[in-house]
């Protein structure tokens, strides 16, 4: 067999993706599956940014661009998070890749030796686990707890912070809970970064995606924090854009020439065309945003009341993202058993918690990315499915 580089043990995976051609497979044998386990807007990308990527290309932009994005888009991004977040963000400061993806392992590999320890939210999105270890990192899970809306304990922070550690990953609103850490913990969080100095990568992705008055807070808005914060953000969840594969990073100007310098290496640039539509996407009208979370809004409302009215599963209402993360241990099942039964039995697609790390167990998650009827339906089949199984109250 062909030599493979011990390295790739350490690579984890998004089981997202592997849930999806189970389903798919299923779908190809006749049976009918509904899709809550994608973590995918099922809009359409609104008109006016399918509109500018058709000029962009009618107008040329079709070839190599700088490595790390074109001075338009860069500037179009920094006025962007100038507003947004409150901070003064130069163009120099701006690094758009192919996604948002990049950002997080291309600002790893830039900040994390071996050894080096990145503390990370879990349950939350696999891949910050999977970089950290890849790269040689030790991965240190900070668990994130349902009593405190999938928030964590400050003081479990600081317990997990030893000499090695260098990063600390911030997600909110959060995947997969849809949990939305307050401003006064955020707050919290950044004296502990300065105290221990430590490089903060915020996921902000999910932040435009808020509901019942909620406002996002970025750490990189408190004075001191933007020195040593990389605030990670895309176009995927807000604009409908996950085909594009158009995300950024906002860092201090001497890191992002290095993170540059790893996209020539890996990928020599973003495709042109799409950065002006990401251009267009940021200051073009904002209604087809507004609606759709409206609607997520809708969804959600409709996802939650219903997992709470099924026997031996409780669900927290998310204030972010479009994702429900249903704890279900009063059916007395582990979380992959129940996600596989539901798959194979009930024809709903959703998530084992687990695959977000060890603190997911007792939880699934589903993306109410989907059509209310299509929700509805799945309710159905998930409390059918259950009415066949023996439920234990816990």
Known sequence: MMHIAQRMSR????????????????????????????????????ANIRQAAKKALDDGYTHYGPAAGLPSARSAIASYVSRTRGIEVSPDEVVITPGGKPIMYFVITACVDEGDEVIYPNPGFPIYESAIEFVGGKAVPLELKEEKEFGFDIADLERLITPRTRMLILNTPQNPTGGVL?????????????????????????GRIMYDGCKHFSIASIPGMKERTVILDGYSKTYAMTGWRLGYGVMPAELAKLVGKLQVNVTSCTSSFTQMAGVEALTGPQDDVERMVTEFKRRRDIIVDGLNAIPGI?????????????????TGMR??????????????????????????EGYLRFSYANSIPNIETALKRIAKTLERRPVSVA
């Open 314 to 330: 409780r669900c927290l209402r998310p204030r972010g993202a479009f994702y429900a993360f249903p704890n279900i241990t009063g």
């Open 335 to 360: 979380s992959r058993e129940l996600a596989e039964l539901l798959l194979n039995d009930g024809g709903v697609a959703c998530l084992s918690g687990t695959a977000f790390g060890k603190f997911g």
């Open 182 to 206: 307050p401003e006064s913990d955020i707050r919290k969080i950044a004296e502990i970064a300065r105290a221990h100095d430590l490089i903060v990568l915020s996921d902000e992705i999910y």
């Open 11 to 46: 690579l984890g995976t998004e089981t997202a993706f592997e849930v999806l051609a189970k389903a798919r497979a299923l779908e190809a044998q006749g049976k009918n599956i509904i899709h809550l386990e994608i973590g995918e807007p099922d809009f359409d990308t609104p």
